[in-house]
């Protein structure tokens, strides 16, 4: 890690590089005036979004960025072990009856579902009433035909192998349509009560912000939390019909446990003696530090999921204690390339490099290598820039992906 100043404001840097694009996001980043002096720190994963980079950890004091949470809160990550052996599956029974009867109970892609699925498979206990983004435009629909779908873009399920040779699955997915409900809702919402107030973030900083104290700012918690415990129970839909699949397959199999983490959210939590609204944009919280009675912290590690790319190695880490980083870490390799400077690679080259290493893919057009092996970083090297992060305890091996 190295720490630069940028006007006034500390920036911790575990990244090896960072477009112009992304400087410039880090740039009006450190203009913020409820800032925490404890500055910013950006994950080995960096690169540029919108309004902040990805991989980018932003403390505010009383304060909230729709921006540094972005358009899919609750976005993360699941993982399952399960006791059957790889060198036991088929191709055959790989592709015919798992992948195959996978793709006829979740939807792959960014489709939904033609009718809804059961209403008690979403987060209980909530008051749609109380939901003013999500509930706009028959949001309740949304709801229930989006469960149980995995999403488009760098969203995924993947079949992996461990080191002892062992089948595990990984989903990537996040709130869906949800998710971006309220991010333009709250985001507009920000950009009106700023200019009413004449705020000092100025609007070409992409960084509209709602203030504590107001209902705004209570409301878009509100929703947030809702699309971080929709993500979730999406997730465990998914896992829970993948788990069928596998019955199928192999009526012996056992399930070992699962993790489950977000990755795009914004908490409240303390640090360095604030209270501070903690953004994690593309980057996950490794743990919990408490304050004991006689002055000394303990740490609480969590298990976290940082995946590579459809052609690397994944890994299960254990969090490390991190001021620096509020307890933070990547939340997968990060992109090395653009979309636009993806689609201009070799797709041959691509599609041989992923049937060389065996594993069954659906790289076919100019548009599927934005995510190809080649569009990211090295997985190894970023676990190796935070090794003060976390500590990885399982590999895993992709053998299989789907992807929309």
Not at 168 to 189: A, D, E, K, T
Request: hydrophobic share 35%.
């Amino acid at each position: 890690m190295k720490s630069i100043t940028i006007n006034g404001t500390k920036v911790k840097i575990w990244a090896r590089s960072l477009d112009a694009f992304g400087w410039e996001q880090v740039m009006n980043m450190s203009k913020l005036p409820f800032l925490s002096e404890q500055g910013i720190s950006l994950m080995p994963d960096a690169h540029a979004g919108t309004g902040v980079p990805i991989g980018t950890v932003l403390p505010c004091i009383k304060a909230v960025i729709p921006t540094a949470v972005g358009n899919d809160a609750g976005c993360g990550m699941r993982a399952l072990k399960t006791n059957i052996r790889v060198e036991e599956i088929s191709q055959d029974t790989l592709k015919k009856v798992i992948m195959r009867g996978i793709r006829k109970r979740i939807m792959i892609g960014d489709m939904v579902w033609k009718e809804p699925q059961p209403e008690n498979l979403l987060p209980q206990g909530w008051d749609f009433n109380t939901l003013p983004a999500i509930s706009a435009n028959k949001g309740w629909k949304l709801a229930t035909r989006s469960m149980a779908s995995q999403g488009g873009v760098n969203h995924f399920e993947e079949l992996q192998k461990d080191e002892d040779g062992y089948l595990w699955v990984m989903i990537h997915s996040g709130s869906r349509g949800l998710g971006g409900r309220v991010y333009m809702y709250y985001n507009q919402l920000a950009k009106d009560l700023n200019a009413k107030y004449h705020s000092k973030v100025s609007e070409d900083m992409y960084l509209p912000f709602l203030p504590n104290g107001t209902p705004e700012f209570d409301s878009y918690l509100r929703e947030m939390q809702y699309c971080l415990e929709w993500a979730r129970c999406n997730r465990q839909e998914m896992m829970s019909r993948t788990m069928e699949v596998l019955v199928d397959a192999f009526p012996n199999v056992e399930f070992d446990g699962q993790f489950d983490i977000h990755h795009n959210y914004v908490a409240l939590e303390r640090h360095g003696g604030q209270d501070l609204y903690v953004h994690r944009k593309g980057a996950v919280c490794t743990g919990e530090t408490f304050a004991d009675e006689d002055g000394t912290t303990s740490f609480f590690p969590n298990t976290v999921i940082i995946p590579g790319s459809m052609g690397t190695c994944s890994y299960i880490c254990r969090g490390i204690q991190s001021d620096e980083a509020f307890n933070s870490c990547s939340h997968g390799a990060g992109r090395a390339l653009s979309r636009t400077e993806a689609r201009q690679l070799d797709l041959k080259a691509e599609v041989e490099m992923m049937d060389k290493l065996g594993i069954v893919h659906g790289i076919r057009s100019k548009q599927d290598l934005e995510e190809c092996p080649s569009a990211y970083k090295d997985i190894n090297q970023v676990l190796q820039d935070e090794s003060d992060l976390v500590s990885p305890i399982v590999k895993l091996t992709p053998i299989a992906v789907l992807k929309g």
